[in-house]
């Protein structure tokens, strides 16, 4: 709290008259850290073009968004450990990746409904991936910036995803 306090510039009772806790802390950053990007991917399902077009440009300002706030991508894994003391971290962690997957699976079924992504896509499974594709990149690029290229890495790998999807959609 000392180092929150001394950020913020205010006095360490001051930080405490707003949060009884660093646990409480803690749920309200991880509650502004993650609220962006579900709203991000609602906002793509209304929008003009393809499935695929959507999804990629929703991964592009994804990346965009990550690489313009590297601390919160830090500050994000920081919440992952305490998660694990702090049932409502956790609770949040999982209605967000429910959430999340559950957009994604809305978007992927229109693509089906279209005929862009084959019929039998396990939309369930392609939406999992796709989030676990940005947290794993994500986390690589946290740990070496200067080694990894985020934009381009998660732009090859959303395309790597949906072009399994896409090919069968052709009967290739």
Not at 16 to 42: C, D, N, T
Not at 54 to 65: D, F, G, H, P, V
Not at 66 to 75: E, F, G, R
Request: proline content about 2%; aromatic content about 8%; overall charge negative.
């Amino acid at each position: 709290m000392d180092d929150v306090a001394r950020a913020a510039g205010l006095g360490k009772g001051t930080v405490y008259w707003y949060f009884a806790s660093k646990e409480e802390l803690a749920i309200s950053l991880v509650e502004i850290m993650q609220g962006v990007i579900p709203r991000q991917l609602a906002d793509a399902a209304g929008e003009p073009g393809s499935v695929r077009e959507r999804i990629t440009a929703q991964m592009n300002r994804l990346a965009e968004s990550l690489a313009a706030n590297s601390d919160t991508v830090l500050l994000t894994f920081e919440m992952y450990s305490l998660s694990y003391r702090v049932p409502e971290i956790r609770a949040y962690f999982i209605r967000f990746y429910t959430e999340l997957t559950g957009q994604f699976v809305r978007l992927l079924e229109q693509g089906v409904a279209a005929g862009e992504l084959a019929e039998d896509t396990d939309v369930e499974t392609v939406a999992r991936t796709l989030v676990s594709a940005v947290d794993g990149l994500s986390a690589r690029w946290a740990l070496a910036p200067e080694d990894h290229d985020l934009r381009a890495n998660l732009a090859s790998t959303v395309a790597l995803i949906l072009d399994a999807v896409t090919a069968k959609a052709k009967g290739e």
